[in-house]
């Protein structure tokens, strides 16, 4: 049986999901060459056509931040952002495209917060990922000292991290504490894992996800966004009236 078979068997949608009315995609990982996503201005492009074809009208990319693996600046994203701008408006591309950054929760990011602006979209929203091995013992402190110094926080893909596989209070108590949750719509292929993809359906039928971005790092992705569109959740998600994804 193939992937795609075996991945929605006969849950599939007969008309695929339109993505255009989500209007702004907010994770991926466009800037070449500064962390595991995109090689090259090229491969940007290439990867950026896929969201123009889809409807999307803007893009915000987050390249990863984090303590010594990462080690990446405003400076170098906002370089390397306005060298893929120029490349789309050479190849007559009009998607609008902005950085921000993953941030990943670390010694380091505590001491940035209120120390230096962190790179941002929207209305001061600052994405932060967290370790898949073990949830920080710092969590809560931080969340709240980005909150408390203005920041509006949006966890990066709630459903991938193992340790909440089995906790079935963590998601709604972040949504209490003003935490916004950013879902991998790839997570609903069953691309990280099965239990990823239950936590991902379960998130959405709780309605608690407010964000919605494609993590993209490479082409690879790009096929399998490509037939996301037909799973009934995306659907479910897309029509809750509840993604922030609009107001970008
Ligand atoms: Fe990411």
């Not at 702004?24 to 595991?36: G, L, M, R």
């Not at 984090?66 to 190849?91: C, S, W």
């Not at 969340?143 to 203005?150: C, D, I, N, P, R």
């Not at 893909?157 to 089995?166: A, D, G, Q, T």
Request: proline residues 4%; negative net charge; hydrophobic residues 40%.
């Amino acid at each position: 049986m193939s992937f795609f078979k075996k991945l929605f068997g006969s849950n599939k949608l007969s008309t695929p999901v339109d993505l255009s009315v989500l209007h702004c995609d907010v994770h991926s990982h466009f800037i070449p060459a500064i962390d595991d996503g995109s090689k090259s201005v090229e491969n940007s492009v290439e990867m950026i056509r896929h969201f123009y074809n889809q409807g999307y009208k803007k893009i915000i990319t987050t390249p990863h931040i984090m303590g010594d693996f990462y080690r990446n600046t405003p400076e170098n994203i906002l370089g390397g952002l306005e060298k893929v701008k120029h490349q789309l408006k050479a190849e007559g591309m009009p998607i609008e495209m902005e950085a921000a950054a993953e941030y990943y929760i670390d010694y380091d990011f505590e001491q940035k917060i209120g120390a230096e602006k962190l790179l941002t979209f929207g209305n001061n929203y600052v994405l932060v990922e967290i370790s898949y091995v073990n949830e920080p013992d710092n969590l809560d402190r931080i969340l709240f000292k980005l909150q408390t110094s203005g920041y509006k926080v949006v966890l990066a893909h709630p459903e991938r991290y193992p340790f909440w596989f089995n906790n079935k209070d963590v998601f709604q108590a972040l949504c209490d504490k003003g935490i916004f949750l950013q879902l991998n719509i790839n997570s609903l292929t069953g691309y990280y894992g099965p239990q990823t993809k239950k936590i991902a359906e379960m998130l959405i039928d709780k309605q608690l996800i407010r964000f919605l971005g494609s993590d993209c790092h490479h082409v690879g992705h790009i096929e399998l966004l490509k037939q996301v569109v037909y799973v009934p959740h995306l659907k479910k998600l897309v029509e809750s009236g509840y993604l922030l994804n609009t107001t970008l």
